[in-house]
């Protein structure tokens, strides 16, 4: 996996290597460090993945005026190497990691929009005193930074960063916020004021104290004739051969998180078309069989050869979740994350690389999007009032993880769905933006809405009663009015900034500990 610090400056030998050590679980093989005088220091953490004997980092160019440290994996390192070779490039290592300082001689900061992979590196050029990050297009690897006077930080991990005096500091309220509404922060936000998230398929170049970023890479729609679906599946099936192929470059041993899926059986499949039989498969098994992937995951493992290793979820979760808020360095609310953690775990006694199907149903639009905005798009902190009430009897139904925000803007009625993990979020907001809000009594969160003192609950699956509260709310300003009042002002009581951000900092902090 391997973890990248550093800092620009005088050198300060205990930082850099206190920064590194905090990032040993991610590069557990070896250390590895670069100091340019009183200008640049970078650090590394290594995991061997490719290049054992040659492949340590920091690497530099041929006149050592290039220097790099490397997080991740460049698929298509082999047609960029021989490229450079043919164009006069000198090469030491067999590694990927030394493609990145040729390909940066030959075409400057423009380069990253040549790889393909997941990475993040930070590459210090000694001739014109700057410093580049830069992060691959889907953001799979992360990277921090901080401008702190005229130095910058940057590390894999916020903890590496909460190490350097003064950079990691007070909690951004803003962030906070963030959190209780989508259960994670965005970038290119972090729990702490001052410290970003460098964005996915995006550089930074530090030069003369100042910061400057730039987006390297966008998703857009080509223009093209209209092609047949067998022809579109046939693509689709080729371009995920090919990039399986391209990940099973390994020295190490490779293996396989399969849940029984749609996106875990199919690189199941192509693992097996290119590597045969005998990839090492690991499932998660839960005892429940609402949801357990075991039954499943056996047969598609049966069907492809694989050797199946099946883990039981016996754990003690919340000593789990307390090891993960360490990990992650800032509150973060997926629960798949403690099935990962663990099939992970136990998966590392037995390969040290491992593929997943994560993301893929984002991929091919089968799942919704993650429900953020950036700042500029958010909603008005205070907007409740008869002023807000334009057009009564506009209504919105809320869908599972949608946009929120963009989604109440418009509206005066907001109907939460009946089911009550689907509405959570949806009712926080309508009643931040200061809509009448009308429940299910089974579903639909009453408890946020205090059993009807902050909104209308009707009975679940009641059409008839639904059907009378729109009427008569959409038929009577001033009960709608009346109703959004009582929303909002029971959220600005429950749900003020700084009791949630006190809470959080309370919860935070004694876990960091």
């Known amino acids: 996996m391997c973890g990248i610090c550093g800092f620009s400056g005088p050198s300060n030998e205990p930082l850099l290597k206190g920064m590194a050590a905090s990032l040993a679980h991610r590069g557990p093989d070896e250390d590895g460090f670069f100091s340019d005088g009183g200008n640049i220091s970078l650090g590394m953490r290594r995991l061997k993945i490719i290049d054992f004997a040659t492949g340590s980092q920091p690497i530099s160019n041929e006149d050592n005026t290039v220097t790099v440290v490397f997080n991740g994996e460049i698929y298509n390192f082999k047609e960029l190497r021989a490229d450079l070779q043919a164009k006069g490039h000198r090469f030491r290592t067999n590694t990927d990691t030394e493609v990145l300082v040729h390909l940066y001689e030959e075409h400057g900061e423009a380069f990253p929009k040549l790889l393909r992979g997941m990475f993040a ?65 965005p970038a290119p936000l972090t729990i702490y004021k001052g410290v970003k998230k460098l964005e996915p398929a995006s550089t930074l170049v530090f030069s003369g104290g100042a910061v400057r970023t730039a987006k390297y890479w966008e998703l857009q729609a080509v223009p093209g004739e209209e092609r047949t679906e067998e022809y579109c599946l046939e693509g689709i099936k080729d371009l995920l051969s090919k990039s399986v192929k391209e990940q099973l470059v390994s020295d190490v041993p490779l293996g396989l998180l399969l849940s029984g899926g749609m996106d875990s059986v199919s690189i199941l499949a192509f693992m097996a078309e290119h590597a045969g039989a005998g990839v090492k498969a690991f499932t998660a098994g839960f005892g429940e069989e609402s949801f357990d992937e075991l039954p499943a995951a056996r047969a598609a493992a049966r069907h492809f050869g694989a050797e199946h290793i099946e883990i039981p979820v016996r754990a ?15 509150p973060f609310a997926d629960s798949s994350a403690l099935a990962n953690y663990l099939v992970t775990k136990e998966a590392r006694k037995h390969v040290t690389v491992a593929l997943a199907g994560v993301g893929g149903g984002r991929t091919f639009c089968r799942l919704p999007a993650p ?100 009427s008569s709310l959409a038929g009577s300003p001033r009960d709608l009015i009346s109703l959004a009042a009582r929303a909002r002002e029971f959220y600005t009581k429950t749900h003020s900034l700084p009791a949630l951000a006190a809470g959080a900092a309370r919860i935070y902090h004694s876990v960091l500990k």
């Open 371 to 470: 429900p953020w905005r950036p700042p500029a798009a958010r909603l008005p902190e205070s907007p409740g009032g008869p002023e807000r009430v334009r057009r009564p009897g506009r209504v919105k139904l809320l869908g599972f993880r949608q946009d929120v925000g963009e989604l109440l803007a418009d509206s005066e009625i907001f109907v939460a769905p009946a089911v009550k993990t689907m509405s959570d979020q949806g009712v926080i907001e309508a009643m931040r933006a200061g809509l009448a809000i009308i429940s299910a009594d089974a579903g639909g969160n009453p408890e946020a809405l205090n059993w009807g003192q902050a909104g209308k609950l009707v009975p679940a699956g009641d059409a008839v009663a639904l059907a009378s509260a729109l």
């Open 316 to 330: 003690d979760i919340g000593a789990v979740i307390r090891e993960l808020a360490g990990q992650f360095d800032e």
């Open 121 to 185: 590196f930070a590459l210090w050029d000694a001739k014109a005193r700057k410093l580049m990050l830069a992060r691959d297009q889907f953001g799979i690897k992360p990277l921090y930074y901080a401008l702190s006077g005229n130095r910058l930080y940057f590390a894999s991990e916020l903890k590496a960063l909460r190490l350097a005096a003064g950079v990691c500091g007070d909690l951004d309220p803003l962030a906070v916020d963030y959190y209780f509404t989508y259960l994670y922060v």
